[in-house]
């Protein structure tokens, strides 16, 4: 079965210093991986994804994220945090399989508090 | 820039009583998810339609849901008889193509049944 961690529910880092947000993974076939971000009363807004290639994949608002096989890890990171960067991250994972119907698993969702 | 959008954005109703909530995906998209977020918890799959027929539903997704694609723009999500535990926000998804297409995310419906 799939399934997706997010072990922390919080993260907490000052502006301007590197964030990472933790998501591991379990899926059958070849993980195809997605980051969406959550503001207060929002959707869910699309970061970045893998699905094959480089290990390393930069998205939107200067985000990135680097796919692990061996660790099943897909960690969420930016370089400098900014305030309004502030907001619930959900890591996403679905088997990449022919017969998979797109249904994405996603984590519990780590909320991230960038302080000034 | 193309977005799914989803009405009404707030629904109070009883127990008991049918909800159909709306959703307009992308225009050339062809693949159509409906997500569930129970307040605090995380997203949930509820069902998958493709080709004008369900591909895959969650153990969530019983009798009293249903889904339609009436008119070719609109996809709907029917509670039949809600039940105090259907309380969430219900979100909208669709993508291009399977493969690696990105799902794209309407606002939600946050449903409340009192």
């Known amino acids: 079965a799939q399934s997706v961690a997010q072990p922390e529910d919080q993260v907490n880092v000052a502006e301007g210093n590197p964030l990472t947000v933790k998501c591991t993974y379990s899926?059958?076939?070849?993980?195809?991986l997605f980051w969406y971000v959550q503001y207060p009363n929002r959707g869910l807004q699309f970061l970045l994804k893998y699905i094959t290639g480089d290990n390393l994949v930069k998205g939107s608002y200067g985000f990135e994220a680097e796919f692990n096989k061996s660790q099943t890890s897909f960690h969420l990171k930016k370089p400098s945090a900014l305030v309004s960067d502030s907001a619930l991250y959900f890591c996403?994972?679905?088997?990449?399989?022919?017969?998979?119907?797109?249904?994405?698993?996603f984590g519990q969702g780590t909320t991230l508090q960038v302080k000034p | 820039e193309p977005e799914v959008t989803q009405t009404p954005s707030h629904q109070v109703t009883q127990m008991g009583q049918e909800v159909i909530l709306r959703c307009v995906p992308i225009s050339n998209h062809l693949y159509f998810y409906w997500y569930r977020q129970i307040l605090g918890q995380k997203v949930e799959f509820l069902v998958s339609?493709?080709?004008?027929?369900?591909?895959?539903k969650s153990e969530i997704f019983d009798d009293q849901f249903s889904v339609e694609r009436p008119d070719g723009s609109n996809f709907t999500l029917k509670i039949r008889s809600t039940k105090l535990e259907d309380s969430a926000m219900y979100f909208c998804?669709?993508?291009?193509?399977?493969?690696?297409?990105?799902?794209?995310f309407g606002p939600g419906t946050r449903l409340l049944v009192l």
């Open positions: 899926v059958s076939g070849n993980p195809y």
């Open positions: 998804a669709s993508n291009g193509a399977s493969g690696g297409e990105t799902q794209y």
């Open positions: 339609f493709y080709n004008n027929e369900i591909s895959e």
């Open positions: 996403a994972v679905r088997d990449g399989g022919s017969s998979n119907t797109g249904k994405l698993i």
